[in-house]
């Protein structure tokens, strides 16, 4: 879809009732169904139930529940202030706080504070190692969260470990600490053997010439660039992660860094997509 724009108006248009919500997940978790599961009549025609977020086959009268063990399962809240959010998230750039959506959705905190967290679920990684091709990967770390003392800078923060494919996608990883012992396991399930690796001089990365073709660039002699090699679009993601989370969350524990980092590696992963359309063919799908 390159970057077609998806706006309010379309959102008003394909989603104005609860109804029209509640069929889109139908289709996307039912409609290749080849045939009911109860009464195996092939190509099943389903209807919708009265009052009832449901929908039964039309020859032998079986239910199916489209909601079950979605991020909607037993839900109270209407399905279109559901989507709403969902969009709302899908066009922010910087992140969505509970108290935005209690603006925007009309919503109670406790229950925005719940969809947040729920929606967050969708844009949990699910892709592949990056492989091994020509474009360079560049591997860094990062240190969110905690308070700044004297001499100290990342004591109390936590550690964030990325790699990312130049033109391509990122991955991510929340660690205790951003050691050798830490940051081989995740290059290891994150890039394929061989690859071209980009890092700073950092001693984590001593080891990734036994599995990378590894080129290091001097941050500590102020060099950015050598010879092709740097980290550029890497400390571009951490810096945009470390604003959005400053600005829109203003703190994060690290209990929850994780789906907080997955969101932000899911808009980056998908920038030149439509992610309205992508995120509610997930929230369609069983956890």
Not at 265 to 272: C, L, P, S
Request: aromatic content about 14%; overall charge positive.
């Amino acid at each position: 879809m390159g970057y077609m724009r998806y706006t309010k108006d379309d959102f008003d248009r394909e989603f104005p009732y609860d109804a029209s919500c509640l069929e889109v997940v139908f289709q996307n978790r039912y409609g290749d169904l080849k045939a009911c599961p109860k009464c195996g009549v092939e190509n099943p025609k389903f209807y919708r139930i009265t009052f009832r977020k449901a929908y039964a086959c039309k020859d032998c009268g079986h239910q199916l529940y489209p909601l079950a063990g979605t991020i909607f399962n037993k839900t109270t809240t209407p399905l279109r202030k559901w989507f709403y959010a969902i969009y709302l998230f899908s066009v922010s750039k910087n992140g969505v706080a509970a108290k935005e959506l209690v603006r925007h959705v009309g919503v109670s905190y406790p229950t925005a504070h719940r969809m947040e967290k729920q929606i967050r679920l969708l844009m949990q990684d699910d892709t592949n190692k990056l492989r091994k091709n020509k474009r360079p990967k560049q591997a860094d770390e990062t240190f969110i969260g905690g308070r700044r003392k004297q001499n100290q800078v990342k004591d109390n923060k936590t550690a964030v470990l990325g790699v990312l494919e130049q033109g391509g996608r990122i991955k991510t990883r929340v660690a205790d600490r951003a050691l050798a012992s830490t940051a081989m396991p995740f290059l290891r399930d994150s890039i394929e053997t061989g690859s071209i690796l980009h890092t700073d001089e950092s001693q984590i990365y001593s080891t990734a010439k036994n599995y990378y073709d590894h080129y290091k660039v001097r941050h500590i002699s102020e060099n950015w660039v050598e010879h092709g090699v740097h980290t550029n679009g890497i400390e571009g993601f951490w810096s945009q992660l470390k604003r959005s989370v400053d600005g829109t969350y203003h703190a994060v524990s690290p209990y929850y860094l994780s789906s907080y980092v997955d969101e932000f590696a899911f808009r980056y992963n998908y920038r030149k997509q439509l992610i309205f359309p992508l995120l509610v063919e997930r929230a369609a799908k069983p956890f």
